[in-house]
């Protein structure tokens, strides 16, 4: 079998699957138990067949190669000609003199963190599983843990860090007003109703590192205590007062919120009652309550404007009862209303009808 090995690679000859020796550009012929395997001089070598230390035990593989030995806590950056060609765990590699200018940058990862030392560039040339990435949003912050220990915060932006002996972990922090709803809460009022109550909340983290030592789960913190102090202030009020009195009950409990968040790093900005449900036979009664109120006031409306209608009545009879031409006037404006709703008269006797009429409408006497 003929092989040919360019100027790009290097042959390494084995017979019987041992290492014999290093083949440079040219053309070979294998016959029986020999074979050729072809590596890239730009590459790290790392043979199939053998081990590096076989290659490098002889004058041939010391002369054409150079090893790098990366420990169990390091990485190695491996720059060719200037630029970043590839990273290397722990291990040991070899590579060709001839491949060009290699310069090797060993790294402890102990230190997990990449940003002080590398572009965005070269670490997007960096497989992903030798990285974790923590990227922090714009309204967010983050607090920084190396092995469960607070290391400090992550203002937004990407960052990076080794995949080692050392976990890295982020709690994230929203710096945002957030909302917090409060729902259903069924709460016994003094005098003993059973309400439901809907209770919203706006609130927003002051100090986002101090805050993780106030409570584990922040939502469930709040909701608890949201929770108690609704029922520490419903329940001394009777259903008629908290439903005349809402604002001023919604004012008390913000801030008694207020007072047992003052060392916890929370600012409420705002907080309420959003509904307030009644049983369904409280509601009932209180419907038929609002309807016999309401009907009582349609009543008295309805008694004032007939009394005014009467008196207006009484002083236009008044009027016309002390002039005679008002009074006329009235008559021929209600005989020209009936005119107006009469599209034929027919009439039968003579003249007498007529004269009448006439009479009627020009007698100025009456």
Known sequence: MKVIIDGKEKGILYKNGKFVRILDTGKYNVFGDSNIELVSVFQAFVP??????????????????????????????????????????AGR???????????????????????????????????????????????????LYFDNKYMGMLEPGKYYFWKGNISVTAEYEDMRTRQLAVSGQEILTADKVALRINFTMFYKVTDARRIADV?????????????????????????????????KICDEVLNALHEKTARSYIDITNAGIKDIILPGEISAIMNSVLLAEKTAQANVITRREEVASTRSLLNTAKLMDENTTLRKLKELEYIERICEHVSEINVNGGKGLLAELYALLTNTDK
């Not at 090797?104 to 997007?124: G, S």
């Not at 469930?220 to 009777?238: D, G, P, V």
Request: aromatic letters at 10%; proline letters at 2%; glycine letters at 4%.
């Open 48 to 89: 199939e067949s053998c081990t590096i230390d076989a290659v490098m035990a002889t004058e041939e593989g010391r002369e054409k190669l150079m090893l790098v030995e990366v420990a169990d806590n390091e990485i190695c950056m491996h720059y060719l000609n200037g630029n970043f060609r590839e990273i290397f765990a």
């Open 93 to 143: 590699y070899g590579f060709w003199k001839e491949g060009g200018d290699h310069e090797f940058r060993k790294i402890n990862v102990d230190n997990p963190d990449i940003t002080y030392a590398l572009t965005a560039a070269v670490i997007d040339k960096i497989p992903s599983k030798m990285y974790t990435e923590i990227s922090v949003g714009s309204h967010e912050t983050a607090r």
């Open 215 to 247: 409570a584990q789960n922040l939502n469930e913190y709040l909701y608890s205590l949201c929770q108690l102090t609704l029922r520490e202030y419903i329940s001394r009020y009777k259903t008629d007062e908290i439903l005349e009195n809402r604002d």
